[in-house]
């Protein structure tokens, strides 16, 4: 009930927000551009899913965050009998939803079925899945909007290039460094389940659901402690 | 503990370590059943007691204001008894229970309301209520009763951030109460507001009283903690330093509560 009352609240503030219609405008753009040219354009699917799931709902998690931190709004939830996991929980269901919602609208436009859908959904939601709980950790770490713009971008920049780019078929040190990454096991399920590609589907999701469970509690129990430490 | 109209009263002892200029902590006294007990309070914000020694026990139906200069720890000690900081040493109990192993059952009985109101600008008044009434568990219908009961029902459809600083006040107050709290922590409820609407603020306040709501406030108007409060507790530098009713404060330490809180904060320097 406190959840369902949380993920309302959090639709109805959605509804007037003009900036998340906006991104979906332009990210359904760029993903019309990709999609007009069959021959390549099809190719960049992944890529283009990666960058609109991970700067939609990553930013939207991040920024609600904050937002409620610096408003005082935060405080006014920790007096309820609400849970910090059922805040961050309501949070991320939006951003879940419409990234899934982005995510078929954008594999509709490209008019091509995927070759292994399954795989593909496993990405997608796996990707969902970690894109919100990085963002929910990276909310409840940043004190304000203004001083965390600092390292926001370079976190995003840099969850989105380790995605879409195959650093460990590099042959680099630095391709040693992302095949442990949890971007890898996403980069591989998108891929493979567009181009049919043979992945380890049910490691890679334990690996991500591990990550995803991870961060997820971290982010509740810092919560918790600056909850009370204030 | 001492008996008084047959139920206990609880006396709060000056620490065995307290120094002499700290002898004006006062004894707090009510008369009826504690609502709210705190014990020893503190906290120690990177080497400053924000907090320090804080004691007093809260009968039902009571108000008690907490008024001091600023920094004085009023908003600190609200934070602390409402759960939203952790004391570095001391206890609080809420109808005999730890609101820390009792999180969920305290947050349950008590509404609080921050000092600003703290709305969600890009809601609706009504759809703020909705929100809080989904969390407390209290059915629909509780949103729109307590906006009534404020009298604020007319704003419902408007924005949470178009609202002015008095209308805010009263649908905070309202999200504050719609789950029939049984104590409430009023942070500078008043602050801002215009004496009218303060005085309407204060009726309200009264009235929830009346409905046997225990009230903890905060505030900087004298006239205010006068007129509604039962007892006031002076606080500075974090220390209580007098928990009187308003009558005796002034029988006791000069004609009128602002020659008292000058008096007891000189004092205490």
């Known amino acids: 009930m406190r959840f369902i009352s949380l993920v309302r609240g959090e639709f109805w503030a959605l509804k007037r927000n003009r900036r998340v219609v906006t991104f979906m405008l332009l990210m359904l753009g760029m993903a019309a551009v990709y999609a007009l040219d069959a021959q390549d354009g099809a190719n960049f699917l992944p890529v283009v899913l990666t960058v609109s799931i991970y700067t939609g709902v990553w930013q939207m998690t991040v920024t609600s965050l904050v937002e409620e931190k610096e408003r005082g709004t935060l405080e006014a939830l920790l007096v309820t009998p609400a849970r910090p996991l059922e805040i961050i929980g309501a949070k991320a269901a939006v951003g879940v939803l419409l990234a899934a919602l982005m995510s078929a609208l954008i594999v509709l436009l490209f008019r091509q079925p995927p070759q292994s859908p399954v795989v593909l959904l496993a990405g997608v939601g796996l990707a969902i899945g970690f894109a919100t709980a990085s963002g929910a950790l990276v909310g409840i770490v940043a004190r304000d909007m203004k001083t965390s713009s600092f390292y926001r971008t370079p976190i995003l920049a840099l969850l989105v290039s380790a995605t879409i780019i195959p650093w460990q078929d590099s042959g680099w040190a630095v391709g040693e460094v992302m095949r442990w990454t949890p971007t890898r096991p996403v980069q591989e399920l998108l891929w493979g389940g567009w181009t049919g590609a043979p992945v380890p589907l049910a490691q890679n999701c334990a690996v991500m659901l591990f990550y995803i469970a991870l961060l997820l509690a971290v982010g509740a129990r810092i919560l918790r402690q600056q909850a009370t430490s204030r | ?269």
């Open chain 2, 1 to 269: 503990m001492d008996k008084v109209n047959g139920a206990e009263a609880t006396m709060v002892s000056v620490p065995s370590t307290a120094t002499a200029a700290d002898n004006i902590v006062p004894e707090c006294e009510m008369d009826t059943q504690p609502v709210l007990e705190v014990r020893n309070l503190s906290i120690n914000f990177g080497g400053l007691m924000a907090v320090d020694d804080f004691n007093i026990t809260i009968g039902r139906k009571e108000i008690v204001g907490l008024i001091g200069p600023n920094g004085a720890g009023k908003t600190t000690t609200l934070r602390l008894v409402a759960g939203l900081a952790r004391p570095t040493r001391g206890q609080v109990r809420v109808a005999g229970l730890d609101p820390w192993q009792n999180a969920r059952e305290i947050r349950q009985q008590m509404g609080v309301m921050l000092d600003g109101g703290l709305l969600y600008d890009g809601l609706t008044v009504l759809e703020n209520l909705l929100l809080f009434a989904g969390l407390f568990g209290a059915p629909l219908r509780a949103a729109r009763d307590a906006l009534e009961r404020m009298g604020v029902a007319d704003l419902q459809d408007r924005l949470a951030g178009k609202l002015s600083k008095g209308q805010r006040q009263r649908v905070a107050l309202a999200r504050a109460v719609l789950h029939g709290p049984r104590l409430l922590y009023l942070d500078e409820p008043t602050s801002g507001l215009d004496p009218a609407a303060a005085a309407d603020l204060h009726g309200l306040i009264r009235t929830l009283r009346g409905q046997g709501v225990t009230i903890l406030l905060s505030s900087h108007d004298m006239a205010e903690v006068e007129t509604l409060c039962d007892r006031v507790c002076f606080l500075n530098r974090g220390r209580l330093v007098a928990c009187e009713t308003p009558a005796r404060l002034k029988e006791t330490h000069g004609p009128s509560l602002t020659d008292a809180f000058i008096q007891l904060t000189r004092r205490a320097w």
